[in-house]
T-cell receptor, first 113, second 116 residues
Framework: KAGVTQTPRYLIKTRGQQVTLSCSPI?????VSWYQQTPGQGLQFLFE???????NKGNFPGRFSGRQFSNSRSEMNVSTLELGDSALYLC????????????FGPGTRLLVL | AQTVTQSQPEMSVQEAETVTLSCTYD???????LFWYKQPPSRQMILVIR??????QNATENRFSVNFQKAAKSFSLKISDSQLGDTAMYFC?????????????FGQGTILTVHP
């Protein structure tokens, strides 16, 4: 089975722009979670989607949003980029939630200048 | 809210030796799951081991095993016969059962270096 894929792998944007990141889960997985990884804050949960519904959200401003499509693919969007949004963005998929193993993609490295 | 603490920012071990990484957590949940993930320099997060809190038996996966002390809220990872490929950042993670909805809470990580 193919693993979790994320596109693009690298991205450079400037302050004020917006960005959309994409995540394709493992076939059959219905839950997709997103995380932000930075040297200072570590790994932080952004949100989770299951069957096109956002069921959980971390403590991030409204500039961070996401969605999930009927094929379970997910996108996250960050509007009005700030320098502090520079990070590795990881998505993970699982069959369901509630303790099921999450399988991670390779991440998208975003640099905001 | 749950918290996960890894008190060892860095560890090193010689090849073929054994090393133990520490993790403590704080929660009021009774149903939860604990994980160890490794993140090598490629940044790909890889599951090492998973433990269900309601199971008293410690999980093992080949050279990797955990010491799960529920009362003490401790979840350490033991790596036996360390290999160069074990060099990575190791994260301890917690997920509450039931209504966690995919939220993993991670510790700050421990950088493990295996020396030849």
């Amino acid at each position: 089975k193919a693993g979790v894929t994320q596109t693009p792998r690298y991205l450079i944007k400037t302050r004020g722009q917006q960005v959309t990141l994409s995540c394709s889960p493992i076939s059959g997985h219905r839950s997709v979670s997103w995380y932000q990884q930075t040297p200072g804050q570590g790994l932080q949960f952004l949100f989770e989607y299951f069957s096109e519904t956002q069921r959980n959200k971390g403590n991030f401003p409204g500039r961070f949003s996401g969605r999930q499509f009927s094929n379970s693919r997910s996108e996250m969007n960050v509007s009005t980029l700030e320098l502090g949004d520079s990070a590795l963005y990881l998505c993970a998929s699982s069959l369901v939630t509630g303790g099921e193993t999450q399988y991670f993609g390779p991440g998208t490295r975003l640099l905001v200048l | 809210a749950q918290t996960v603490t890894q008190s060892q920012p860095e560890m090193s071990v010689q090849e073929a030796e054994t090393v133990t990484l520490s993790c403590t957590y704080d929660t009021s949940e009774s149903n939860y799951y604990l994980f160890w993930y490794k993140q090598p320099p490629s940044r790909q997060m890889i599951l090492v081991i998973r433990q269900e809190a309601y199971k008293q038996q410690n999980a093992t996966e080949n050279r990797f095993s955990v010491n799960f002390q529920k009362a003490a809220k401790s979840f350490s990872l033991k790596i036996s016969d360390s290999q160069l490929g074990d060099t990575a950042m190791y994260f301890c993670a917690f997920e509450a059962g039931g209504t966690s909805y995919g939220k993993l809470t991670f510790g700050q990580g421990t950088i493990l270096t295996v020396h030849p």
